[in-house]
């Protein structure tokens, strides 16, 4: 309880699961205001607009929505590493990632603490999650309370916002 009145007092925001939830301990608080935020890794929009391809720029920039069963990753399984699509920061692991149904690819933890954060959304009439990258703000999708355990948590993320590198291949030897 004291870590909950805690967040809402940094402006922070929860799931609405309240008091309970994980991603307090999981993803780093946030300012709701999206202008008064800075991130290490800083661009204007017209650089962000040379560097990423149309849609790259919908999606990370403006916070859109790919349409579900269409990315690229939502079915993928390989072992190997997800990175931001704008900053190349590591954000996720194939490890945490699992078959959500949902048509996004989802992953039950980020692959290190504090890789993106979580901002508070009310768009579309809904309120849910955001999560963004947290070296460079951009939009990588929203993190839900209905995921797997251990971490309860399910972020389902756009095909858009994040690059896969497949593990090399080693070669075992007994
Ligand atoms: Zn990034």
Known sequence: MKRCLLLFAVGALLLAAGCGAAPANRVAAANTNSTT??????RTEAEWRKLLTPEQYHVLREAGTERPFTGKYWNTKE????RCAACGEILF???????????WPSFSEIAAQKKVIAREDDSHGMKRTEVLCANCGSHLG?????????????????????????????????
């Open 37 to 42: 935020m800075k991130f290490p890794l800083q």
């Open 79 to 82: 072992p190997g590493i997800y």
């Open 93 to 103: 692991k194939s490890d945490d990632k699992f078959d959500s149904h949902c048509g």
């Open 142 to 174: 929203h993190v839900f309370d209905d995921g797997p355990a251990p971490t309860g948590l399910r972020y389902c993320i756009n095909s858009t916002s994040i690059d896969f590198a497949a593990t090399n291949t080693v070669t075992e030897k007994k």
